[in-house]
């Protein structure tokens, strides 16, 4: 099913029926798809989408104080996040609507939980293929093309050498990368008396990269020895 870092991606759930909203959202957090906002109508939505900026939309097409297609119009002045919008009515109308204005994809209800999944995964995998080149840690995503941590959807910017550090350890995923081995591949080839400098950097990238900087889960101390990398694929 998906990657990891597909299930990190923000989800807005819209839907004015609470049974309905449950399930999704419950058949959603049993996949493993963590980060899930809901709301009720779609005044709640655009609210959501200019605190929340989500990534993903699940919209229902009757709301309370409009339609999903309307929302959908409204969004778009903000972002350009897929939408799948859901449905009680079979009604070919609704799907040439939702899919002439632009939806990703478009589902009737009933409809089985497993289905959801996969057309989500499909949906995910298309709109954010270009992520995969990306190196993936628990917290954040580095972007060594733009030299960018990206962290809950925004970029924070990189130094020059909290990039070349970076590099070396993704280069190393999984290994301990001595200190003598960073200075060098940083300082140049007489690397002696930059280990004050190279802790300060590291405690810098740590705060950038890590959830709790000072219980770190990707980039490790190896005490006598390093530094290791870990990344999301276990490396």
């Excluded at 996040?81 to 632009?102: N, S």
């Amino acid at each position: 099913m998906a990657n990891e870092y597909l299930k990190r991606k923000r989800i807005l759930l819209v839907d004015d029926e609470p049974e309905l909203l449950h399930m999704v959202l419950s058949i959603l957090q049993d996949e493993g798809y963590s980060q899930i906002k809901t709301a009720k109508n779609a005044a709640e939505a655009l609210a959501a989408c200019q605190e929340w900026n989500p990534e993903l939309g699940i919209f229902d097409v009757m709301l309370p104080d409009g339609d999903g297609f309307s929302l959908f119009r409204k969004v778009r002045d903000l972002s350009d996040f897929p939408i799948l919008f859901l449905t009680a009515r079979g009604e070919d109308e609704d799907k040439f609507t939702g899919l002439g204005l632009g939806a990703d994809d478009y589902m009737v209800k009933p409809f089985l939980p497993r289905e959801l999944i996969l057309r989500l995964h499909v949906i995910l995998k298309r709109s954010y293929k270009n992520q995969s080149n990306l190196v993936h840690l628990k917290a954040c995503a580095l972007d060594f093309d733009r030299a960018e941590v990206i962290r809950n959807g925004l970029p924070v910017a990189l130094t020059a050498k909290e990039f070349d550090l970076l590099q070396v350890l993704s280069r190393n995923a999984g290994r301990i990368v001595t200190i003598d081995m960073l200075c060098e591949a940083v300082w140049g080839d007489n690397p002696f008396g930059y280990e004050n400098s190279l802790m300060a950097h590291i405690r810098r990238i740590r705060e950038k990269i890590e959830e709790n900087p000072s219980k770190p889960q990707s980039l490790l101390t190896v005490k006598g020895l390093g530094y290791k990398l870990v990344t999301e694929d276990g490396q």
